[in-house]
């Protein structure tokens, strides 16, 4: 269930703030783990929101930003880091970030992998 406190005029924030998490942890993740190298697992990570009804007041602020449902039925950010590697933990971890952010919004977010 959705944070019905949320202000609709918040969530091109809340998404920048997710993506900008998201950034920040896949790159300390691929500069102190992986020392700045691209290798291992090849693969993509994702975040997806919940129980938002894209006809609502909400879905549609989500989809006025650029976002819309995916075939799970989940609002879904593809590599939310930008992070232009191939690695899926680096990935991951980004999309960790970004679900973290939404969640601490009131969102239920989960980070998404799979390998390439």
Not at 14 to 36: P, Q, S, T, V, W
Not at 109 to 114: H, K
Request: charged share 25%; with cysteine; glycine share 10%.
């Amino acid at each position: 269930m959705t944070n019905a406190t949320v202000d609709l005029e918040m969530i091109p924030a809340i998404i920048k703030e997710a993506r900008e998490a998201a950034y920040i942890a896949a790159d300390k993740f691929f500069n102190e783990k992986l020392g700045g190298e691209d290798q291992m697992a090849c693969g993509f990570a994702w975040v997806n929101i919940w129980g938002v009804k894209m006809n609502t007041k909400l879905g549609k602020a989500f989809k006025a930003a650029g976002l819309d449902k995916d075939y799970s039925g989940a609002i879904s950010i593809w590599n939310p880091s930008g992070i232009n590697v191939q690695n899926v933990d680096v990935k991951e971890a980004g999309a960790e970030a970004a679900a973290d952010v939404f969640t601490k919004y009131g969102f239920t977010a989960y980070a998404g992998s799979r390998l390439d």
